[in-house]
């Protein structure tokens, strides 16, 4: 069976703080890995990730895919207040078909 | 905890055909379902939001009558496609607040292909 793993489910935090969120997946027929950051209710897109190894950045947050080992993390340093949101991960396949983990609750305290 | 089911995973339909997409809280009472809509370049759009009991709140620019949702239960809303044409084939997502802790839950998705 297809699935997306993520952990923690909820994590809190101080601000400053280094977070490191996963998601592992077993998909077949995998073709990239997605984060999103969903605040209130609509979720924006942070990343997609194609091949291991290679780290995307923006700003200070970071991904990085391991398809060996079947898992990403996305890396936030430095964490504010504004970081605080549901952080989404999926799986995509070479049909397009995405398989979603049930998110990470992130809350960062002042 | 805090588990949402979606169902199906995945359907195809003829033309014309109206499509049952349903989203279910496990483990909580789900006061409140959001439905989105994935479109390229990997943008999730917000389609409605309903409240149990209520009629759903729908973003601008998305058919309340051909995007039917019923929220009848605690734990589960459905979204129904009526009269669905290719264009409305697309990756349906749903997902959940219950309040407390629980944040937002997503399903797992539903492709839905219209043929």
């Known amino acids: 069976e297809d699935k997306v793993v993520q952990s923690p489910l909820s994590l809190v935090v101080h601000e400053g703080d280094t977070v490191t969120l996963n998601c592992s997946y077993e998909v077949t027929n995998f073709r990239s890995l997605l984060w999103y950051k969903q605040e209130k209710k609509a979720p924006t897109f942070l990343f997609m990730l194609?091949?291991?190894?290679i780290e995307k950045k923006s700003g200070r947050l970071s991904s990085i895919l391991d398809k060996k080992e079947l898992f990403s993390i996305l890396n936030i340093t430095a964490t504010q207040t504004g970081d605080s949101a549901i952080y989404l991960c999926a799986a995509r396949t070479t049909g397009n078909q995405f398989y979603f983990g049930t998110g990470t609750s992130l809350t960062v305290i002042p | 905890g805090a588990v949402v089911s979606q169902h199906p995973s995945w359907v195809i339909c003829k033309s014309g055909t109206s499509v049952k997409i349903e989203c279910r809280s496990l483990d909580f009472q789900a006061t409140t379902m959001f439905w989105y809509r994935q479109f390229p370049k990997q943008s999730l759009m917000l389609m409605a939001t309903s409240n149990e009991g209520s009629k759903a709140t729908y973003e601008q620019g998305v058919e309340k009558d051909k995007f039917l949702i019923n929220h009848a239960s605690l734990t589960l809303s459905t979204l129904t496609v009526t009269s669905a044409h290719p264009e409305d084939s697309s990756f349906y997502i749903c997902?959940?607040?219950?309040?407390?802790?629980?944040?937002?839950?997503f399903g797992s998705g539903t492709r839905l292909t219209v043929v």
């Open positions: 997902s959940a607040s219950g309040g407390g802790n629980y944040g937002y839950t």
């Open positions: 194609t091949s291991s190894g």
